[in-house]
């Protein structure tokens, strides 16, 4: 096929501007070489229209809510398949074999404990630390303990060693942010049980009392987690990708990644839409009150929860979830007050012209949080559960940047500022 590009007519010149095609037809500007040619950059905030990358991980069309990772629907992999095994596939590119699946699983089971001196990092924050906080830290931590991961130019096999690490580690990293919280003594990992399982154990477990696994919290679990596992470039990925290209190592790279998956704008939504539905609820459950302040431009307030910046139809993971919520509510014979205000909230807003003319909908964190809750998760892990759910993505994010050998993250600005002036000295001024 003939190499197709677009015409840019700038002062009285005509530039070239090659089209780049993606394998589900998506096209794209290549301006790399714009500035070199025109002296012209582009400018975009909060990158809304620009392709920071060609990626091969996952594909996600937000008008027809369609997710895929590595081409298989999100619908399929929540159904069928295991966190670990999504992990795999979304690292690695396809489907592991039963030996390749076990070799993983055993490679991640043997790395789970984490050295004894990360205990008295955890025991230099004050209790009531942000979960957050103390696991970005963590993670940045892991570098002191394994030097040879500060170099992402070492072997193949070394870097995969940092990438099983990290994965067999962060859930006892996110347990013992946890218990932190509590004031609890940690619990050690438990190889015997499976990666879900064996997270459940550490948060819940009380060194006094016998601690039996439940296969339904495990497994809604493993469903969150899979849901969450990649979602190309959004702000936190970038960041591991932006942080990763000075080749910075694959641990600070996550741990920038968990600070920017922080925000209420981002995964921080869903500890942010428990607080919101509970405040509603305080206030006697006066939806009209809450739409008009999301409504009200001089009002800093958002509907948490919803709207996205690619789904502008529906968030496919909001559909799973809230199906999800549904039955791990029944099963766990749960009545969540909570839950019915998100319903009638969904209700009342997707009727609303406000939100209906600007594609507001319910996205993934609108009802993972009362599912979170149901499993006897504490709000302020909300956002914690997200990132360990979010790390193959990460993972695969940061190791495809550095495999086609990208250069560093550099955007440009427009500069906006003061023109040169005279310094004045502070006896003049
Ligand atoms: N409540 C009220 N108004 C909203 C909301 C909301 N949640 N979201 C967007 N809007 C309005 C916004 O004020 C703007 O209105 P106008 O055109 O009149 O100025 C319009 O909708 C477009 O919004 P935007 O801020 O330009 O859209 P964006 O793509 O920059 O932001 C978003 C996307 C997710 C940050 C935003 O919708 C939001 O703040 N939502 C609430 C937070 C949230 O639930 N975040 C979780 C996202 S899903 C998890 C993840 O993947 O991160």
Redesign the pocket.
């Known amino acids: 096929m003939a190499e197709q590009h677009a015409e840019l007519h700038f002062e009285g010149k005509v530039y070239k501007i090659p089209v780049v095609e993606g394998t589900e037809n998506e096209k794209a500007l290549d301006i790399g070489k714009l500035r070199a040619q025109s002296g012209l950059i582009t400018l975009d905030y ?1 990158y ?1 229209n620009t392709g920071a990358t060609t990626s091969a991980i996952t594909f996600l069309d937000g008008e027809k809510g369609i997710l895929r990772y590595r081409g298989y629907s999100i619908e399929e992999l929540a159904e069928h398949s295991s966190f670990l095994e999504t992990a795999y596939l979304i690292i690695y590119g396809e489907l592991p074999t039963k030996d390749e699946y076990s070799q993983f699983v055993g490679d991640i089971t043997k790395h789970t404990m984490v050295h004894e001196e990360v205990k008295s990092i955890l025991d230099g924050f004050p209790s009531k630390a942000h979960p957050m906080g103390v696991l970005s830290s963590l993670i940045g931590a892991l570098t002191a303990f394994y030097p040879n991961s500060l170099d992402p130019n070492r072997s193949g096999e070394e870097v995969n060693t940092s990438i099983i690490r990290i994965l067999a580690k962060l859930p006892t990293l996110a347990a013992w942010t946890y218990k932190n919280e509590k004031g609890q003594p940690v619990n050690y990992p438990d190889n015997s049980l499976d990666y879900c399982s064996n997270f459940l154990k550490m948060m819940y477990a009380v060194p006094t009392d016998k601690y039996e696994p439940d296969a339904l919290l495990s497994d809604a679990l493993n469903k969150l987690l899979i849901l969450h596992a990649d ?1 190309e470039q ?3 990925t970038s960041t591991v990708r932006i942080v990763g290209s000075s080749h910075a190592s694959l641990y600070s790279s996550v741990s920038a990644g968990v600070s920017a ?1 922080w925000g ?7 500890q ?2 428990i607080e919101m539905l509970e405040a509603i609820k305080e206030d006697g459950g006066n939806l009209a009150k809450w739409i008009a302040k ?2 009200d ?1 001089n009002d800093p ?11 502008k139809n529906f ?1 496919p993971r909001a559909k799973i979830i809230k199906k999800a919520a549904d039955n791990v509510l029944e099963k766990l014979g749960v009545h969540d007050p909570v839950l019915d205000i998100a319903k009638q909230l969904e209700e009342v807003a997707l009727k609303d012209e ?2 209906v003319s ?3 909908y319910p ?4 009802y993972s949080g009362i599912i979170y809750r149901a499993l006897g998760i504490p709000t302020q892990m909300f956002t914690v559960m ?1 990132a360990m759910g979010r790390l193959p993505g990460w993972i695969a994010q940061w190791k495809e940047m550095r495999e086609n050998n990208e250069p560093i993250g550099r955007p440009r600005q427009v500069y906006t500022g003061r023109t040169q002036r005279s310094f004045v000295k502070m006896s003049d001024r």
Request: one cysteine or more.
């Open positions: 909060g809304k979602h959004n702000c936190s998956l209420p704008l981002h995964g921080g939504a869903n942010a839409v999301a409504k431009k307030f958002r509907m948490m929860g919803f709207g996205h910046r690619v789904y968030d406000y939100f600007r594609s507001l996205n993934v964190d609108f997200f």
